[in-house]
């Protein structure tokens, strides 16, 4: 089992960054690649965002965050981080990070075994 927390949400306005951080407990987290997703209000599915390899040198971006979001980890504290820069009101959102013993290219939502509870972030125009 592998334990996930999310902090580090809020509320700012658009342009503005953010730094979400996931701790992870339990089984040894630096096992897994890890992911951030979000939920929209009122959306059914979860959308990708991001995710980052076993060793941190690989990460993979949603085109609609490509260029303003960077996902890190630092397996020393079993902690992965999203920095969100340039917010727009199109990423307010639930957060979510999620693990999985896929290759991150290639994992489907399915395939990321543990969730955390997630962090609103609501980006204001």
């Known amino acids: 089992q592998v334990q996930l927390v999310e902090s580090g949400g809020g509320l700012v306005q658009a342009g503005g960054s953010l730094r979400l951080s996931c701790a992870a407990s339990?089984?040894?987290?630096?096992?897994?690649?890890m992911g951030w997703f979000r939920q929209a209000a009122g959306k059914e599915e979860r959308e990708f965002v991001a995710a980052i390899s076993l060793s941190g040198s690989n990460s993979y971006y949603a085109d609609s965050v490509k260029g303003r979001f960077a996902i890190s980890r630092d397996n020393a504290k079993n902690t992965v981080y999203l920095q969100m820069n340039s917010l727009k009101t199109e990423d307010t959102a639930v957060y979510y990070c999620?693990?999985?013993?896929?290759?991150?290219?290639?994992?489907?939502?399915?395939?990321?075994?543990?969730w955390g509870q997630g962090t609103q972030v609501t980006v204001s125009s």
């Open positions: 339990g089984r040894t987290s630096s096992s897994y690649a």
């Open positions: 999620a693990t999985t013993q896929w290759p991150p290219t290639i994992a489907t939502i399915e395939q990321y075994d543990y």
